[in-house]
């Protein structure tokens, strides 16, 4: 049987609904994937009595428990002293933990508030996790039944904190018979279309099925028993992906990795492929107004991005003959003065279709061209975008992104 | 004192981490707003026995619950059985609800699969809540001290339910005295120098005080409770305001309003004051990398967006002499060519000290500079950013737009 796992997260946002928790699924997932089995999440406000009762019960039923949120500065924040008052632990003051919060606002030449020394003080025989992102360093310890861990609720720093140290611990703590999740992941095709082929394939009972969708992209998951055969993993998971055709850019898990899987995303796939290939781009949107080129933010390759409001004022300014009336042609030329003027080998010309400039606030669907200039050649693809203009936005940033995938995997461009 | 609410989400796909659980901030906010104090989210998998125990304990501790999923037409939908084992109420067969579900299936030309008779039974003494949008019905009714009602839990049939049928029974079943929450919004003070300047205001024990942080954004958050006198909820909220100062960009919640609150983002805040004020906008993006304009979106007025990779380039294709030693001179540079192809009246240019230009992934905090063209006056701000790179280039977005803001509302660069 596997270990019971739950979480607890703390926080008055949380439990008045200004924030949705996102810590409790990505932590479960984690778990899960593990090899726990999740049988709980919890969520409470800033009351002391509610978070001491809370540990009470979990420290009694659960055999893992992971607590975020609560360990910031202020007032409100009370897990720290929750532990202390559910276990009777006095409150130790850890140098190295205010030294390092000393050394955060040391970092940005402040001062350290006096609040942030509370920071530092963490339930005896604790052990410290500490926190590279943030000010408020974690802590980990056995209370009753259960092994707590207990990390801030901002998202990134909590998954940072997950990541560097509560990992390796549970997989140190634990006997654990992980499951394998294998994530098949898409751009471009919507759950009802990529359900359809796969219904095809007979999927044995034991492998967990499930869909996960974002905008523009969908996430196929696999999830199979510790005990299946890893060859039959792997052909079941190439049958399903052979099944769903050139909108895969992706698998995740397949081959058997360390234990920190390295996640795949949609730019460290063209991030790989452009500089394994040797190419520089310049961009110029349209719909997309900046995201495509935020997205890339860190790339070495991306030389350029321009956005303009109208796109005659751009060939205007990149001075090139008016010629809307054949947008291709139009693109032509912008993406020959882009290319001359930054030197990159590929141009990527984002186009909407004429009604988007006269209204781009409207919710009817659009056409976005996106164009890819490479040594005088052009590909391009078109698609609909559709919803409110920051849906559009995200579709359109993705859309001229799955074109470069699409090229640079030599995949068809549809 | 008023009345304690929790919600209950049911479901293998939340306790697993598959979906994040919207539902419960939705209902959350729902309850706030109507005078209720929510004191606990839990989520639960589909063991039956987990559902009995938590049901039990609900309805000794709080006195609403409203409790989503487990409705299905599925084995896995266990929460009608879980509520007739916890409380020994027969289930019994509910005619309307099950021509319901045949009308359902009728209107889509499909017969009723046998499974789906199974959602018509409902505990004895339930009051039936119709589900215009779904096959499930759900049900209310009091268990122990505690009103509980039963939805699905597909967020739109949930929501659909909570505002045809049970807002209107929890106004009648609960005596409700709603608190009013005013919210002062500021962009470029860290939580802990808020604080501090709030710690010289006395803060009425009544009053709630709360803070949420976001990336370069912290939330002052005031629960007023509802017999606090409104002259007096405005000076308090002035005062604290005052106290912060210009980091302030909007309060909201300030003047009482109808049911539906409009909230005020930074962006619709430049929105309004830019159209009013009659300025256009181009801007030179380099940290913020296209997220500036990104933000931007739908808006009238920002003509035109640029990054370079390097500055060089840049004053290379304005054609400006390369004055890099002196940043200011070189930005006034480029923003009057900017200004003279563009044709906007305001150019903003973001800096980065050298040290980006050579290696951005340094996670050494960077010195950003805006500067803001306007008739030939230059205005601007120096930033610390810190962090990864994606967390420095949405700081440089933002202040980059917190100039702007603090240029139009005539506040203090600082």
New interface residues.
Partial sequence: MNPSFETF?QG???????????N?????????ALGFT??????????LE?LIQLLLDIANRADCCICTGGL???S?DLTAEAVAKAFNLPLVFDEIAFSQIEQFFG???RAM?E??RKQAMLPQGAIRLDNR?GTAPGFALHLGRCWFAFVPG?P?EMRTMFLDHIQAMLSNQFTLQPSRLITIKTIGMGESDLQERINRIAIPAKVQL?F?AEIGEVQT?LLFPNDYPQAQQESLTNEIAHAIGDAVYAIEGLKRQSHDQQTVDLISVIDQLMITQGHTLAVV?TI???????K???VSW????????SLE?LTQ?LEISNNLDDMMAAAKAIADAVQK??DADMVLIQLASAGYYSN??NIDSITVTNALFVKGKAYYTVRILTGD??RK?QQAALSALDLLRRYLQGKDLI
Same sequence: chains 1, 2.
């Fill in positions: 997260s008055e946002e949380i439990i008045t609904g200004q924030v949705v928790d996102t409790a699924a990505w932590l479960s997932q984690q778990a899960v999740v049988t709980r999440h919890t969520a409470v406000g800033d009351k509610d910031g500065p202020t409100d970092n940005r030449n508030p609040c942030n992102t901002v990134p499930g996960r998951k949107e997309s107004q900046g995201l495509l080129a935020a890339l933010v860190g991306l030389l350029s991005a321009n956005y303009e409001q004022k300014r003027s930054t781009p606030h203009i920051k936005q």
